[in-house]
């Protein structure tokens, strides 16, 4: 069994920088993708970034390239995500996922565990 859990999440204006941290236990971290995901109210769960276990390939949603950075620590079992110049439209709660195989996936369903999710509240 895996336990994500995620941290970092909180209340910051426009323009501003958070970075959130996701430990996970439970299996050898470096053999698996992680993803971020993130929820609105009223929306669906959409794509944010991913890395693969090694950390040398990464995807990003369009929305978010360019400010919003994903890196890992193996030897921690954590991944990040370094969000700057933060808008009020990526207000949501961001969950953590992995992946039961080595290279990174946008697509939620693929995913295998996840995270209880971190409120990012971006006011404007």
């Known amino acids: 069994q895996v336990q994500l859990v995620e941290s970092g999440g909180g209340l910051v204006q426009a323009g501003g920088s958070l970075r959130l941290s996701c430990v996970a236990s439970g299996r050898t971290f470096s053999s698996y993708a992680m993803g971020w995901f993130r929820q609105a109210p009223e929306m669906e769960r959409e794509f944010v970034a991913a890395i693969s276990g090694g950390g040398g390939v990464t995807y990003y949603a369009n929305s978010v390239k360019g400010r919003f950075t994903i890196t890992r620590d193996n030897a921690k079992n954590t991944v990040y995500l370094q969000m700057n110049s933060l808008k009020p439209e990526d207000t949501a709660v961001y969950y953590c996922?992995?992946?039961?195989?080595?290279?990174?996936?946008?697509?939620?369903?693929?995913?295998?565990?996840w995270g209880q999710g971190t409120q990012v509240t971006v006011s404007s």
């Open positions: 996922a992995l992946d039961l195989s080595i290279l990174p996936s946008r697509t939620p369903e693929t995913y295998n565990y």
